[in-house]
């Protein structure tokens, strides 16, 4: 008998809890600002045209049957994916350093790397997982349900509300030789702050300097800048200086297929003449562990993505799309600082909401001030006072500054 002993009572998933409060309130003008998915201006979910067409091919294939796909996934889309995140030029393909497995979405690809690591990684016993603090908060989930004892560094100054650099270097640096740092590629959740091109290049020589193993969490490819490779740059670096590395790469925002979880993981060794050898023994685990859990990952969101990516024109349309996400967030960030700086009359007060990039923003609003918004004027945040600027819309955004602007006074 499972008794409470055994078996407490596990409390809501925070986000989960607080859509589910949205969607009880009756108030006419409430405003969702909790749910990390993109809403266009009429705050309904989009549907990328890129997919559609997609789909209406797929749709039309008299060849298309419902089988297995291999354990390791789809390889269009795994071989696509690859050069989309590590770039078609990569040293790291040209010389088969890379692996790469189709998974579900990019918590799968979190998933499956931790748990690799948790089984194969070398560790003394003082090594840890470094997260930045904060983090999406799953990666505390994945990793302790591997259990890989897991420490974190400053990532967030609530000072300046942009990035605690000198606390992050120092952290990493001080942290024991070939500890596993986790690095958000681009638009970092939930802060929205992420480090510049200089910055990450002085990243990855402690990383370096201190044998770290680096663990990319690729979540927003193309949908923080509008561009692809932009977004990409922190990976591309990283591989390009030859370092051994985990990738988890995920199709849910950029290509707004958040419920058909296609995302993959890649693991990238560094040039060596056992490269190929080395990536071959890593895959052969990784398929031992993927079979055990997924058996094999499911085909839908994979088949979509690997159309668009391997067919020129509609890549170019996918970029179009991504230029609309990321553009009506960018004009919405904008938009939000403006109201709320002529409310203030205090110019550059709320310069972190343009400075921030990709789906949030830390508005360094207050646990009170948080609740305080909800209960006034209906808007609902996480209580870290995380905004998802997707619930934004040139409807609400005037109505949402005042809400902040009378809750921050
Ligand atoms: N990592 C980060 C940092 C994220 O923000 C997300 C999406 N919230 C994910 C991974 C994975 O999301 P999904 O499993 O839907 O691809």
């Known amino acids: 008998v499972f008794r409470q002993d055994n078996v407490p009572q596990a409390p809501e998933d925070p986000l989960f809890g607080l859509m589910a409060a949205y969607r009880r309130d009756e108030f006419e003008k409430k405003v969702d600002l909790g749910i990390g998915a993109y809403r266009d201006n009429n705050a309904k979910p989009w549907v990328l045209p890129v997919v559609k067409s997609a789909d209406d091919v797929l749709r039309k294939d008299p060849n298309l049957n419902h089988e297995y796909l291999p354990i390791a996934g789809l390889a269009d889309f795994t071989t696509a994916a690859q050069r989309l995140i590590l770039g078609a030029d990569s040293p790291a393909i040209k010389e088969k350093r890379a692996t790469s497995f189709q998974t579900i979405s990019g918590t799968g690809a979190v998933h499956l790397g ?218 919405m960030r904008k938009e939000l600082r403006s109201n709320l700086e002529q409310l203030n009359g205090k110019e550059g007060s709320w310069k972190h909401i343009t400075d921030q990039i990709g789906m949030f923003s830390f508005t360094g609003m207050t646990e009170p001030q948080v609740l305080q918004i909800r209960k006034d004027a209906h808007v609902y945040m996480t209580k870290n006072g995380r905004m998802s600027m997707a619930g934004l819309n040139t409807s609400n955004v005037e109505y949402v500054a005042k809400a902040m602007d009378k809750v921050v006074r």
Not at 178 to 205: F, M, Y
Not at 210 to 218: A, E, T
Not at 267 to 281: C, E, I, K
Request: hydrophobic content about 40%; aromatic content about 14%; proline content about 6%.
């Open 114 to 331: 931790a748990l690799f690591l948790s089984r194969f990684y070398p560790r003394s016993s003082n090594q840890a997982v470094y997260f930045s603090s904060p983090t999406w908060a799953n990666h505390n989930q994945i990793f302790s349900n591997v259990h890989l004892p897991i420490r974190t560094y400053p990532y967030f100054s609530a000072q300046t509300k942009g990035l605690d650099f000198q606390g992050m270097k120092s952290t990493i640096s001080d942290a024991p030789e070939g500890s596993i740092i986790l690095l958000h590629a681009c638009a970092h959740n939930p802060t929205g702050v992420d480090p510049t091109r200089d910055q990450w290049k002085e990243i990855s020589e402690v990383i370096r300097a201190k044998k770290h193993f680096p663990f990319f969490d690729c979540a927003y490819q193309g949908f923080a800048s509008g561009d692809l490779q932009n977004d990409a740059w922190a990976v591309q670096y990283f591989v390009s200086q030859g370092f051994e590395m985990c990738i988890a790469q995920s199709f849910a925002k950029n290509f707004g297929l958040y419920g058909e979880r296609a995302g993959a993981f890649h693991f990238v060794t560094g040039p060596s003449p056992d490269a190929q050898d080395t990536v071959g023994r890593v895959a052969s685990q990784l398929a031992i562990l993927q079979r055990s859990e997924i058996s094999n990952p499911p085909a839908y969101g994979a088949r979509i993505a690997s159309l668009v990516l391997n067919d020129p024109a509609l890549f170019k349309e996918w970029e179009a799309n991504l230029r609309t996400m990321a553009g009506r967030i960018i004009d």
